[in-house]
T-cell receptor, first 115, second 112 residues
């Protein structure tokens, strides 16, 4: 019930295309859903995050879509660029009392954007 | 810059040895968390500390321990190293009402 399932495992997109990565969760107590971008040899960098009281959040070329009833959320990268080539992780946490910030991560999606 | 420094960058140990990894959040940030990231997988939560007290512990054996100092820096200790402990160890600072986690560059531990 603590798992977050992420798909696809890998993705190849042409420059200028839309990259879409999907995640699903079971624990309805999760109430914070961030996405991280990780380049080889680096730590994950917070990209964008959403709370379940909104269905969509957009920051620049990155958009999170959230479907509370389906317990699914997705990351859309518009106008994908070669510099976006990285591994992307979705995550979830239960802010709740104590608020440890413990994140449950998906398995990751390796994105390659071809020039 | 995530405002988290970690040392060392890389470390090679042999099975059975002990290792200490260090993390420093930028000044004034009291929340520190540790994660283990095995190659090809997402990070897994190990510990969270806030104002020197353990607030959360993940599903890791007792060989893993941590502490936080008065200046809010932190150490992660792993005893009796196993080959399976080879991983990138990440430290994160928490910030804001959502306790957003900002990760440092990590320490790459290789156990031979």
């Amino acid at each position: 019930q603590q798992q977050v399932k992420q798909s696809p495992q890998s993705l190849i997109v042409q420059k200028g295309g839309i990259s879409i990565i999907n995640c699903a969760y079971e624990n309805t107590a999760f109430d914070y859903f961030p996405w991280y971008q990780q380049f080889p040899g680096k730590g994950p960098a917070l990209l964008i995050a959403i709370r379940p009281d909104v269905s969509e959040k957009k920051e620049g070329r990155f958009t999170i879509s959230f479907n509370k009833s389906a317990k699914q959320f997705s990351l859309h990268i518009m106008d994908s660029q070669p510099g976006d080539s990285a591994t992307y992780f979705c995550a979830a946490s239960e802010r709740g009392s104590g608020n440890t910030g413990k994140l449950i991560f998906g398995q990751g999606t390796t994105l390659q954007v071809k020039p | 810059d995530a405002g988290v420094t970690q040392s060392p960058t890389h470390l090679i140990k042999t099975r059975g040895q002990h290792v200490t990894l260090r993390c420093s959040p930028i000044s004034g940030h009291k929340s520190v968390s540790w994660y283990q990231q095995v190659l090809g997988q997402g990070p897994q939560f190990i510990f969270q500390y806030y104002e020197k007290e353990e607030r959360g512990r993940g599903n890791f054996p007792d060989r893993f321990s941590a502490r936080q100092f008065p200046n809010y820096s932190s150490e992660l200790n792993v005893n009796a190293l196993l080959l399976g402990d080879s991983a990138l160890y990440l430290c994160a600072r928490g910030q804001g009402p959502n306790n957003e986690q900002f990760f440092g560059p990590g320490t790459r531990l290789t156990v031979l």
